[in-house]
T-cell receptor, first 114, second 115 residues
Framework: SQQGEEDPQALSIQEGENATMNCSYKTSINNLQWYRQNSGRGLVHLILIRSNEREKHSGRLRVTLDTSKKSSSLLITASRAADTASYFCATVPSPSSSASKIIFGSGTRLSIRP | GAVVSQHPSWVICKSGTSVKIECRSLDFQATTMFWYRQFPKQSLMLMATSNEGSKATYEQGVEKDKFLINHASLTLSTLTVTSAHPEDSSFYIC???????????FGNGTRLTVT
């Protein structure tokens, strides 16, 4: 399969709660990226974590990477209604070049209930 | 920041006609452009990689004669869906890589509906 796996496929939480999404991949990677997609739109880059990093923060986002388990997680703290979107992890294989194929996970559809 | 402009954002066409989708890099040069297809509630599937001045590389199972890709300049890549059929209805998205390990820059996608 071209894709990595994400779970859960769908997640519905109350506004203010934290949302955690997980991603697993298959090959050695150079880096892992998380993207957000609002319905019917293109993808927006959220955060990139390199293979030699274990954790990274950006605002309300926290990403972890475990290369031994080939997995990553994205935590969104204090969720807001505007966080409702689909979230995708994407891996860049190692070794990589500017034209390396980026493999997207299956995605998690996050819904924030007001 | 780098911007990829994709047009049209949506198109409705009749079976048998061809549709061209354009992606332009507005403030940077894109020697490579990735073309993805996305069905509802599914992930992005890479269709092909266009390279400026050379032939595109198609993924397994993607018909190169049906999905024509042209990358004639450093700022423009086009995808033409030829003899479109209803099963070609989908969301098509382009993206261009940044330098090094910087993230992809995505167009806003094209919703194609073939009637």
């Amino acid at each position: 399969s071209q894709q990595g796996e994400e779970d859960p496929q769908a997640l519905s939480i109350q506004e203010g709660e934290n949302a955690t999404m997980n991603c697993s991949y298959k090959t050695s990677i150079n880096n892992l990226q998380w993207y957000r997609q609002n319905s019917g739109r293109g993808l927006v880059h959220l955060i990139l974590i390199r293979s030699n990093e274990r954790e990274k923060h950006s605002g309300r986002l926290r990403v972890t990477l475990d290369t031994s388990k080939k997995s990553s997680s994205l935590l969104i703290t204090a969720s807001r209604a505007a966080d409702t979107a689909s979230y995708f992890c994407a891996t860049v294989p190692s070794p990589s070049s500017s034209a390396s194929k980026i493999i997207f996970g299956s995605g998690t559809r996050l819904s924030i209930r007001p | 920041g780098a911007v990829v402009s994709q047009h049209p954002s949506w198109v409705i066409c009749k079976s048998g006609t061809s549709v061209k989708i354009e992606c332009r890099s507005l403030d940077f040069q894109a020697t490579t452009m990735f073309w993805y297809r996305q069905f509802p509630k599914q992930s992005l599937m890479l269709m092909a990689t266009s390279n400026e001045g050379s032939k595109a590389t198609y993924e397994q199972g993607v018909e190169k004669d049906k999905f024509l890709i042209n990358h004639a300049s450093l700022t423009l890549s086009t995808l033409t869906v030829t003899s479109a059929h209803p099963e070609d209805s989908s969301f098509y998205i382009c993206s261009a890589p940044g330098r090094g390990d910087s993230p992809l820059h995505f167009g806003n996608g094209t919703r194609l509906t073939v009637t």
